[in-house]
């Protein structure tokens, strides 16, 4: 069973559509995260939520809105996708608000057009 | 949000030669995580260090926490072509804060 589940895997599209990416995560843990890969390799922290309540919210632009229904699923909307939005968007989880090891889901490769 | 600095920010070795790359942090940490990110993939959790001074191997890795907790390092011995990826730092103190990782390549 995967621990981390996001989907899609793969998501092109065009410049100014709307887009969403979902996780899931079947490890129990309390706290998801988002982050941003860009192709240098930098991890980027965009989001994080503890029992469904957001504790981090770095300086990202308000298109990008995460909304947690419960504490396995955190899901990413993004609107009005521009160039730079181009980038994998890994979905993560761990237990304790990142004081224990994080599970990283499989990535979505995100690439506008 | 606090700085961990990562350096180098590439490293290339002949396969068998060591290779290490250095966390640092201005402020003390409560611990230090590693990960590790083969090419295409996603990063996968390593090992984590809490303790001052703390010393951890797994097989060809060690581990090392500072005295002062404000620096990590992880060594490989005898590099092999399945130890290519880019080795990530991640350290908490109010909240979790990647590096910006080595990325290792070794020639065969």
């Known amino acids: 069973d995967t621990a981390v589940s996001q989907t899609p895997k793969y998501l092109v599209t065009q410049m100014g559509n709307d887009k969403s990416i979902k996780c899931e995560q079947n490890l129990g843990h309390d706290t998801m995260y988002w982050y941003k890969q860009d192709s240098k390799k930098f991890l980027k922290i965009m989001f994080s939520?503890?029992?469904?309540?957001?504790?981090i919210n770095e300086t990202v632009p308000n298109r990008f809105s995460p909304k947690s229904p419960d504490k396995a699923h955190l899901n990413l909307h993004i609107n009005s996708l521009e160039l730079g939005d181009s980038a994998v968007y890994f979905c993560?989880?761990?237990?304790?608000?990142?004081?224990?090891?994080?599970?990283f889901g499989d990535g979505t490769r995100l690439s506008i057009l | 949000g606090q700085q961990v600095m990562q350096i180098p920010q590439y490293q290339h070795v002949q396969e068998g030669e060591d290779f290490t790359t250095y966390c640092n942090s201005s402020?003390?940490?409560?611990?230090i995580q590693w990960y590790k990110q083969r090419p295409g993939g996603h990063p996968v959790f390593l090992i984590q260090l809490v303790k001052s001074g703390e010393v951890k191997k797994q097989k060809r890795l060690t581990f090392q926490f500072g005295e002062a907790k404000k620096n990590s390092s992880l060594h490989i011995t005898a590099t092999q072509t399945t130890d290519v990826g880019t080795y990530f730092c991640a350290a908490f103190n109010n909240d979790m804060r990647f590096g910006a990782g080595t990325r290792l390549t070794v020639k065969p």
């Open positions: 993560a989880s761990s237990y304790q608000g990142g004081r224990q090891p994080q599970h």
């Open positions: 939520y503890n029992n469904k309540e957001l504790i």
């Open positions: 402020t003390t940490l409560s611990n």
